[in-house]
């Protein structure tokens, strides 16, 4: 009985984590030769998708913590007025895939096709800002925007 037990914990702890073709296999709306060229196209499906340890897995899973990559700059946002709202409950508050992308699409800001690049600024914040609010807000830029790369003329 013993012996059964240990090969069972030994095939479980072998077990190779889902790979990307395993994924597709459901998950057929993401174009894999595309994505291999986005910013996180050098990831396994599994590095920001954490919670899936095997296939099939759970419809219902957590949120992608973009944190766990990207610590600095979710710093920043949640200092942002966008996070304080978002902290404050407001399920509706942008997050990083809103004003970013859809995260298997997304691409370095210095990329001039990035929804973030800075002649994308005005239009991406846009969406849900009216010009007469993003002419403030571009007059005083908190410090953190130069950090991220904006400067005033960007958001306006």
Not at 7 to 14: E, P, W
Not at 43 to 50: E, G, N, P
Request: charge should be positive; aromatic fraction near 4%; include cysteine.
């Amino acid at each position: 009985m013993r012996w059964l037990l240990a090969a069972c914990l030994a095939m479980s702890l072998s077990a190779a984590p889902p790979q990307a073709k395993d994924c597709l296999e459901c998950h057929d709306n993401v174009n894999l030769e595309v994505f291999r060229t986005r910013s996180h196209g050098g990831l396994a499906c599994v590095d920001c998708h954490a919670a899936i340890k095997a296939i099939p897995h759970d419809e219902k899973l957590p949120q992608v913590q973009c944190r766990r990559c990207h610590a600095h700059e979710v710093e920043d946002y949640d200092q942002s007025a966008h996070g304080v709202a978002r902290a404050a409950g407001n399920a509706k508050a942008p997050w990083c895939t809103t004003c970013h992308g859809p995260a298997h699409d997304i691409v370095s800001p210095r990329d001039p096709a990035s929804k973030v690049a800075k002649r994308h600024m005005a239009a991406t914040c846009g969406t849900c800002h009216p010009r007469d609010f993003l002419a403030r807000v571009d007059q005083s830029l908190p410090h953190r925007a130069s950090r991220m790369g904006i400067q005033k003329g960007d958001v306006k």
